[in-house]
């Protein structure tokens, strides 16, 4: 079925050449910041409601657990604490913070090349997660993850295209201490990748430290709060309705050190979160909305991501679960209330329940990670790497979630229509004495790249030349790409003064 | 992380007890015609553009190849035909058959349970193609498709909740005579399946002998006529813009038989498509819409699917490729051009590039099928089973896929608003003097089998309960699935007195 079209001649040399022309980035069919919202999940009407009601429960209901100075910061902005310790928030109190929030804003990257720009419902995809054990593909074994396999993430995140940001995916269980662990994650993530990295710590003591750190990368102080390229992930509430007390003076003092914060919301739906995909978002923006009033009564215009990141939960089990459907559900109507509100956004997508990067690891990443693309989340993360409902990350299986997240971009990308893509000039040339098919006009070739996007890995072969290659495995030439990078140099590492300083400041696990 | 939440108790025993609850067909989480259309890929002036685009293209461009009888029916309505043997249809011919199209349509079944109602956007999934090998996963070999492979799948399909319908997937390639080929293939699908089959037909001499064996099936053509179960799938364009003179024919016969026809139209973008996806659009809407114009001027308001499937096609190689992001905004794109005509309408979608499932394929076959499914697709075509860009068909990727397509479905459901699914009222009991979490409220143990969908052979268990299972692989569970449903007795066979008639009238070469 294949072999006559590639026989037809005529296209085929000229397709050749075309193929050598190298795209600048441009033309590339898929980059970052590609547009979303197509897809909206819910009527304008429902979105009005989901605000609405956001709104009562923050009025209504508000929250418990603030920390004594975010009491005093939230009550001094105008919310009021009740004699049961919950602080609610008058829906003035919130609209007037939403009118001060960030918008549009650039999230930089240490290298420029890879800044995030934020604004509209312009896309990226990331990892991000607290996985505690390493997927070996050898043996199928789970094991717990250390420093070096985040790193390894780090330096593998890099190099692939379609992976936009590096949220720390995995626990560096290999370290006991909180405050060591903070700065070897800081470290391993920024040695890796120069693209956006983005962590949590453990505890508000260990900020000061890490701002030290970003410091010496940064090449000081001033360097830093210009291009503050680390956020912070920050889990400002335990759901529902619930501040993190020590999360909100992390947060504090990551605001004041000018770490961009993202303001994670993680409630799990039908336990910490109403089991309804509604009644999560609901939540979910609640206290977001909550954690915005915060950020801004402390900093107004601060650069926070409004974090809604609701989970599934397989109600039979009570246990945590990503790759359904539910999930793709809540992580699109979360972007749209994103985009209701401008603000830039983040939540969830591409995680799998399977344990291995198998058939279901594929819909279930692919699942929700395009819905929420054509939804127009701005920051999707956990978009690869991640299985066994966020417990374990997989090296091969992030390399493989470049393509998946490939192909979701150019579904994000979207279909052009103008006088050219309409191609009524074509089918007349083709069609009324012309050759009878397009494979050689101009108007193909000229976009043969620019319009389409092929796989890195994934196999395309007819089943005789997939025989003829001995049956390639897709896992295997994962593993090959993951050799590849690592045995390459990181392009990310500091310079070697730096290094040095750093090391002689911090007890760096890594090896030089 | 997941043990800490099944022990909490309070909600356990009441979810266990919920559990055992069976649910009516209408309080299942996923059904045959759940409503999409919440993702429009196309503005509404893109839409507008395009079908102006088509009505050029009809006009102007036109198509060649109708066989005699068409040319009479064609002229005789309206259209041009011109010194180049072209017909052209004039705006206002297009306009006034669109008119009299068939609209909100149901296609019968043999078991009226599996009638689909066609109204709206309402979506439904199900298998077709022509694949000319059987992908064994014992082996990983594709070898030559059998007549009894075909019957096997169309016995698998009749078993899975998510597989609405069974267009033949594949072709018996052991017959070597057409007439025997068309006949056998029409007794393996009825008999293996009661749900609605779709099947071609080699040459249009065969379509007598076929509706004969089908007023058999139905117990007289009376029976048949009133609720014809089966549809013929009709390539009766050679894209691009050329009539395929003997489907032509075929259509013709099957008209007057009282088959419902499915006007399929397959461009690969690119080759016998323009390579833009706005354009293959345009070609594929104009020769549907000239298709329409032909089953009207025989017989108006005959039904008949709006079969626009544009393929995609690796212009690097000429081969053909559905697993891309294209393919996917082909479908989707499509399925709001149906939407705009209020027609029933099909597409492709989630058929692999990949040979084997695996995790690419597993997002292959979720990016088309959920994309098209929230774009409103009423017939999502080639749905599950299919490898190797239509080559091949695999029996236990199409048992996977019915776990995916689920999952896909659960996205088309959407997102339910109203005052209990905003579940203001839970968060105050919840977070107020209640539990802190939603696990027992009796609005979770209500829904908890309604709102989720829980994959059958999809694994969500922990990295421990799943070592402890000894890491359950998901294919050899398809295959144990695949086993089960053989060793069982097909459902959907012909009484006694039935199947001997066939066979003494027709070369039937299953055994009975």
């Not at 985009?339 to 591409?350: I, M, Q, R, V």
């Amino acid at each position: 079925m294949t072999a006559p079209l590639s026989r037809r001649g005529g296209g085929r040399a000229a397709r050749v050449a075309a193929r050598a022309t190298a795209l600048s980035e441009d033309q590339r069919p898929v980059r970052p910041g590609l547009i979303g919202g197509r897809y909206r999940p819910l009527t304008e009407a429902e979105v009005t409601r989901i605000h609405a009601s956001a709104l009562v429960a923050l009025d209504e209901i508000g929250l418990s657990g603030a920390p004594a100075s975010g009491v005093e910061i939230l009550t001094g902005a105008g919310a009021r604490l009740g004699e049961d310790g919950r602080l609610r928030f008058p829906p003035a109190l919130v609209e007037d913070m939403l009118a001060k929030a960030a918008r549009d804003i650039t999230l930089p990257a240490r290298d420029p090349r890879f800044d995030l720009d934020l604004s509209g419902q312009r896309v990226h995809y990331g990892t991000a997660g607290a996985a505690v054990h390493l997927v070996e593909i050898d043996g199928q074994t789970y094991r717990e993850s250390t420093l070096q396999d985040l790193h390894d993430a780090a330096r593998i995140a890099h190099q692939l295209d379609n992976i936009h940001f590096l949220q720390r995916p995995m626990v560096a269980r290999d370290l006991t201490d909180n405050l060591e662990l903070d700065l070897n994650t800081l470290y391993a993530c920024c040695s890796g990748t120069t693209k956006q990295v983005g962590t949590s710590f453990s505890d508000p003591a260990n900020v000061p430290d890490a701002l030290d750190l970003l410091h010496m990368i940064a090449g000081g102080e001033a360097a830093w709060r210009a291009r503050p390229f680390v956020s912070n992930s920050n889990c400002f509430v335990v759901p529902p309705m619930k501040f993190a007390s020590e999360s909100c003076e992390t947060m504090e003092a990551c605001i004041r050190g000018g770490m961009p914060v993202l303001l994670l919301s993680a409630g799990m739906s039908g336990a910490t979160a109403p089991s309804t995909i509604a009644g999560a978002i609901v939540q979910s923006v609640a206290e977001c909305l909550a954690g915005l009033v915060y950020v801004n009564a402390i900093a107004p215009g601060h650069p926070a991501i409004f974090g809604t990141w609701p989970f599934g939960l397989d109600l039979r089990t009570g246990a945590m679960c990503l790759g359904s459907g539910e999930q793709a559900l809540l992580s699109a109507g979360c972007a749209q209330m994103h985009a209701h509100y401008g603000l830039p956004g983040g939540t969830a997508g591409g995680a799998a329940d399977s344990k291995l990067p198998d058939m279901q690891a594929g819909w279930e990443q692919m699942c929700s990670n395009v819905l929420a693309g054509v939804a127009g989340a701005n920051m999707v993360y956990e978009a690869a790497g991640m299985h066994a409902s966020l417990l374990g990350f997989c090296h091969e299986s992030l390399i493989l979630g470049d393509d998946l997240i490939g192909q979701a971009l150019r579904c994000v990308r979207g279909i052009e229509v103008d006088d050219m893509t309409l191609a009524l000039d074509q089918m007349r040339a083709v069609c009324m004495g012309g050759p009878g098919h397009y494979l050689g006009t101009p108007e193909t070739l000229d976009r043969m790249h620019r319009d389409h996007l092929y796989p890195r890995l994934g196999d395309r072969t007819s089943p005789r030349q997939w025989e003829e290659m001995d049956k390639p495995d897709l896992v295997a030439k994962a593993t090959a790409r993951k050799q590849e990078i690592l045995a390459t140099r990181s392009p990310a590492r500091f310079d070697a003064a730096t290094d040095k300083a750093i090391r002689a400041r911090f007890p760096i696990h890594l090896p030089a």
